[in-house]
T-cell receptor
Framework: GIQVEQSPPDLILQEGANSTLRCNFS?????LQWFHQNPWGQLINLFY???GTKQNGRLSATTVATERYSLLYISSSQTTDSGVYFC????????????FGQGTILTVHP | KAGVTQTPRYLIKTRGQQVTLSCSPI?????VSWYQQTPGQGLQFLFE???????NKGNFPGRFSGRQFSNSRSEMNVSTLELGDSALYLC?????????????FGPGTRLTVL
């Protein structure tokens, strides 16, 4: 099946810093989503981005489908950005099946 | 619009028992997917239902089963619980309309098996 790798596994920042999270995937995809998991476990949708670039406030994402990677940019980070960020992809005829990366644990210090 | 809801939110069971978890999708969504999250294995896909039919299944033993009702609500059942079944169980819904399949997740059910 499709493989998803996220890097870095851990990231520690000072408030106000910028960061880039990367997601590599092993095959063509129909769907790519970025999530932030809150402390209670719920996955919050950040972006649905199988290709192209999107921005939402301080967050933006780019997916280059032909090169099989996606990037999540966080600018001017805040302590509330702390948590785990997941990239997940749905490939081929894998109806309803998202394959998740192992996540990036982001810690933002004041 | 109400989000995806899951009940119960927390559950404690003992080995050998069985458990049923419920998921109500966003109104108008016809696809429901289930996932298991554990510290060791991460987030893993269990199965997906669309219009009461299981379209896709992950690599889990037959003790894990599910179903979907005509109103798109879904249940999953785990029989003969094992300690390793302790996990956060998440369900997600999507419109599953053509190739636009953004999934939206519920808050999860945290299952502890003693």
């Amino acid at each position: 099946g499709i493989q998803v790798e996220q890097s870095p596994p851990d990231l520690i920042l000072q408030e106000g810093a910028n960061s880039t999270l990367r997601c590599n995937f092993s095959d063509s995809v129909n769907n790519l989503q970025w999530f932030h998991q809150n402390p209670w476990g719920q996955l919050i949708n950040l972006f649905y981005i199988p290709s192209g670039t999107k921005q939402n406030g301080r967050l933006s994402a780019t997916t280059v489908a032909t090169e099989r990677y996606s990037l999540l940019y966080i600018s001017s980070s805040q302590t509330t950005d702390s948590g785990v960020y997941f990239c997940a992809v749905e490939g081929g005829t894998s109806y309803g099946k998202l394959t998740f990366g192992q996540g990036t644990i982001l810690t933002v210090h004041p | 619009k109400a989000g995806v809801t899951q009940t119960p939110r927390y559950l404690i069971k003992t080995r050998g028992q069985q458990v049923t978890l419920s998921c109500s999708p966003i109104s108008g969504h016809r696809s429901v997917s289930w996932y298991q999250q554990t510290p060791g294995q991460g987030l893993q896909f269990l199965f997906e239902y669309f219009s009461e039919t299981q379209r896709n299944k992950g690599n889990f033993p037959g003790r894990f089963s599910g179903r979907q009702f005509s109103n798109s609500r879904s249940e999953m059942n785990v029989s003969t619980l094992e300690l390793g079944d302790s996990a956060l169980y998440l369900c997600a819904s999507s419109k599953s309309s053509g190739r636009y399949n953004e999934q939206f997740f519920g808050p999860g059910t945290r299952l502890t098996v003693l």
